[in-house]
């Protein structure tokens, strides 16, 4: 899958995402298409994420943050290189977790702006990767905050973010591609996880 998962699917689903759709989460340990790169192999584990701030944050600084189950990235604070995201265990999140792996510095992301990132996108249920911008050479991928151009889960979940950080969202189905999914790369009703990377705030 590639940025056509975020805007072109998403915007011809917009009502659907609009009322809530659904979405999954990924780890892949081998490329399942053209757009999707080779998997990672790292250990399966869960930590818990933070309940009212982001562990690095502080004071007036510390972003926003969904608590909840977080999934293991063994090279969380490697901006230069690929997240390792590991399979997800147990069940589920029924609500959007939010865990900062690295805070950035300077304003915060807020709707309205114009972001910069770098992702990678795996489903919950297999572990595999269905999207990855670190995949594709180019530039980084772009979107406004708030404006409906991506999936609920990120128009939310990527709020107070600062520059030169990194973000991981466990997305439920109904913050992500709904019941309905976005064929052939994301099953109905799957959650989604990210690792975002913020380059750019404009």
Same mark, same amino acid.
């Given at each position: 899958m590639n940025l056509r998962l975020l805007t072109a699917a998403g915007l011809a689903s917009l009502?659907?995402?609009a009322a809530g759709c659904g979405s999954d989460d990924s780890s892949s340990s081998s490329s399942s298409s053209s757009d999707s790169s080779s998997a990672d192999t790292t250990q399966t584990s869960s930590t818990e994420a933070?309940?009212?701030? /982001?562990e690095a944050a502080s004071g007036s600084d510390a972003a926003k943050t969904?608590?909840? &189950?977080?999934?293991?990235?063994?090279n969380a604070t490697d901006l230069k290189h690929k997240p390792k995201v590991a399979k997800p265990t147990g069940d589920p999140?029924?609500?959007?977790?939010? &865990?900062?792996? @690295?805070?950035?510095?300077?304003?915060?992301?807020k709707?309205? *702006?114009?972001?910069?990132?770098?992702? @990678?996108?795996?489903?919950?249920? /297999?572990? &595999?990767?269905?999207?990855?911008?670190?995949d594709r050479p180019g530039p980084a991928f772009q979107f406004p905050l708030g404006g409906g151009q991506v999936i609920q889960g990120w128009d939310q979940g990527l709020v107070g973010m600062k520059k030169?950080?990194?973000r991981e969202l466990i997305i439920p189905a109904d913050l992500g591609y709904g019941p309905q999914g976005s064929p052939p *790369?994301?099953?109905g009703g799957e959650t989604l996880v990210f690792v975002v990377d913020l380059k750019k705030i404009n």
């Open positions: 009502a659907l995402v933070p309940s009212t701030s /982001t969904f608590p909840g &189950k977080a999934i293991a990235v063994s999140p029924s609500q959007l977790v939010v &865990k900062d792996l @690295v805070v950035g510095k300077g304003p915060a992301a709707a309205g *702006d114009t972001l910069s990132v770098a992702y @990678v996108g795996k489903a919950f249920s /297999t572990g &595999k990767q269905f999207d990855a911008s670190w030169g950080g990194r *790369d994301i099953a």
